[in-house]
């Protein structure tokens, strides 16, 4: 008669092995599906969801220069989309050069 301890450890390595198989195959077939998904070999029919709605990735937005006349600097949202050598410029004057600034560039688009 196979003592206690003996059944016990057999019995644990079973288990074990078996987990470890299981673990091993989710892990396969999650790599697999993460390849097709990312570029592998499509198959027929509909599309994923995120090619057919255009969701492919991320556009930046273009970068925002300050829009006090002659500055070249970028603007930066802690100075309210000014630089930081203008970020003391009234907010009236702020919006007078922006509006003058879109002002030009419809004229310039006319012309």
């Given at each position: 008669?196979p003592d206690?301890r003996e059944?016990?450890?057999?019995?644990?390595?079973k288990?074990?092995?078996f987990i470890?198989t299981q673990?091993?195959?989710?892990?396969?077939?999650?790599?697999?599906?993460?390849?097709?998904?990312?570029?592998?070999?499509?198959r027929?029919g509909?599309?994923?969801?995120?090619?057919?709605?255009g969701l492919g990735?991320?556009r930046?937005?273009?970068?925002?220069y300050?829009?006090?006349?002659?500055?070249?600097?970028r603007?930066?949202?802690?100075?309210g989309?000014?630089c930081a050598?203008?970020?003391?410029?009234?907010?009236?004057?702020?919006?007078?050069?922006?509006a003058?600034r879109?002002?030009?560039?419809?004229?310039a688009?006319?012309?």
């Amino acid at each position: 008669m196979p003592d206690i301890r003996e059944l016990v450890s057999e019995f644990t390595q079973k288990l074990t092995g078996f987990i470890e198989t299981q673990v091993i195959d989710r892990a396969r077939n999650s790599v697999a599906a993460a390849l097709d998904a990312a570029g592998g070999k499509r198959r027929p029919g509909r599309p994923a969801k995120m090619l057919a709605l255009g969701l492919g990735g991320r556009r930046k937005p273009p970068i925002q220069y300050c829009p006090v006349p002659g500055c070249k600097n970028r603007a930066a949202p802690v100075y309210g989309m000014v630089c930081a050598k203008h970020k003391d410029v009234g907010k009236t004057k702020i919006k007078k050069y922006r509006a003058a600034r879109k002002a030009a560039k419809l004229n310039a688009k006319r012309a």
